[in-house]
Nanobody, 128 residues
């Protein structure tokens, strides 16, 4: 069974940076992603990453500001980070990491239903 644990959220000012991390227990994760859900709104995909050399996918709203990457500091394939720069108030949301075991078509990365495992979520608040 896969368990996901997020860390790194918090409250910052507009223009600041934060780095979210997600650590997964269990087998190697071939597809990982971050989603976010502002209060009263739907959960949407922020960034997704497939195993191998394919570059990450990004929501247009964060492209150029957010960077998703695997973090090999613990010598596993099961930790990934989301570096968030130049944060804006509209980035405020609960952020969730998600993981999928098994293959996935590229175009399905932003769909919530593509992921079998979810973290509990971590709050990011950006003040103007």
């Amino acid at each position: 069974r896969v368990q996901l644990v997020e860390s790194g959220g918090g409250s910052v000012q507009a223009g600041d940076s934060l780095r979210l991390s997600c650590a997964a227990s269990g087998p190697p994760i071939p597809v990982m992603a971050w989603f976010r859900q502002p209060p009263g709104k739907e959960r949407v995909a922020v960034a997704g990453l497939f195993a191998g050399n394919m570059p990450p996918f990004y929501n247009d709203a964060v492209k150029g500001r957010f960077t998703l990457a695997r973090d090999y500091a613990d010598n596993t394939d099961n930790t990934w980070s989301l570096q968030m720069n130049n944060l804006q108030p509209e980035d405020s949301a609960m952020y969730y990491c998600a993981a999928r075991l098994g293959p996935l078509a590229d175009e399905d990365w932003p769909k919530m239903g593509s992921y079998q495992y979810w973290g509990q979520g971590i709050q990011v608040t950006v003040s103007s």
